[in-house]
């Protein structure tokens, strides 16, 4: 019952390249976008957030694209190093029971090759 | 400041046996959960506790019980655990953003305890 859909389950870049991970959704009353990365042996941590009224939001290399009418956001490394290698995860709030929650997609694992 | 901690680190059991992975924040959130992460599977939600005192069940909740002992700690226990239980168990703490769902809201994750059920 994934509410949000990620690709690819693995990428493989080169140093220098463009990474780009996507995340389809469902659930229009989503309000908040985060993208969590997680080092191996590490519990995954915030990297960037989007809200939907803005298309995209820039901190440093990672970029959040957000296209409402699409249902669609995504996250770009640009010039992508091998200390981004890593899982990436994007995420969504539900409203689900007694306590606030994010629903996470199932992960990529970006490997950067040097 | 610790953050959210975790123990074990590692732990294997055998088919049956028990045991009670223990979690402890030190960031004043009212909101615990925990995840287990499977390779393909992305995080999936086993239970969380709104507020001391009160636990509700996630998405994959068969096998495991949880206690809220007070603010600071969320332990999470297999009472007779199987192979299908193997996984990488996080622990987790919410701080709720103002303002609408979700605005904002950061999960903060423990390390992390790897369990293997042989």
């Given amino acids: 019952q994934q509410q949000v859909k990620q690709s690819p389950q693995s990428l493989i870049v080169q140093k220098g390249g463009i990474s780009i991970i996507n995340c389809a959704y469902e659930n229009t009353a989503f309000d908040y976008f985060p993208w969590y990365q997680q080092f191996p042996g590490k519990g995954p941590a915030l990297l960037i957030a989007i809200r939907p009224d803005v298309s995209e939001k820039k901190e440093g290399r990672f970029t959040i694209s957000f296209n409402k009418s699409a249902k669609q956001f995504s996250l770009h490394i640009m010039d992508s190093q091998p200390g981004d290698s890593a899982t990436y995860f994007c995420a969504a709030p539900i409203s689900s029971g007694s306590a606030r929650q994010l629903t996470f997609g199932s992960g990529t694992q970006l490997t950067v090759l040097p | ?118």
């Avoid at chain 2, 709720?96 to 305890?113: E, K, N, R, S, V």
């Fill in chain 2, 1 to 118: 400041n610790a953050g959210v901690t975790q123990t074990p680190k590692f732990q294997v059991l055998k088919t049956g046996q028990s045991m009670t992975l223990q979690c402890a924040q030190d960031m004043n959130h009212n909101s615990m959960y925990w995840y287990r992460q499977d390779p393909g599977m992305g995080l999936r939600l086993i239970y969380y506790s709104a507020s001391e005192g009160t636990t509700d069940k996630g998405e994959v909740p068969n096998g495991y019980n949880v206690s809220r002992l007070n603010k600071r700690e969320f332990s999470l226990r297999l009472e007779s655990a199987a192979p299908s239980q193997t996984s990488v168990y996080f622990c987790a703490t919410l701080s709720a953003g103002a303002g609408g769902l979700g605005h904002t809201d950061t999960q903060y994750f423990g390390p992390g305890t790897r369990l293997t059920v042989l």
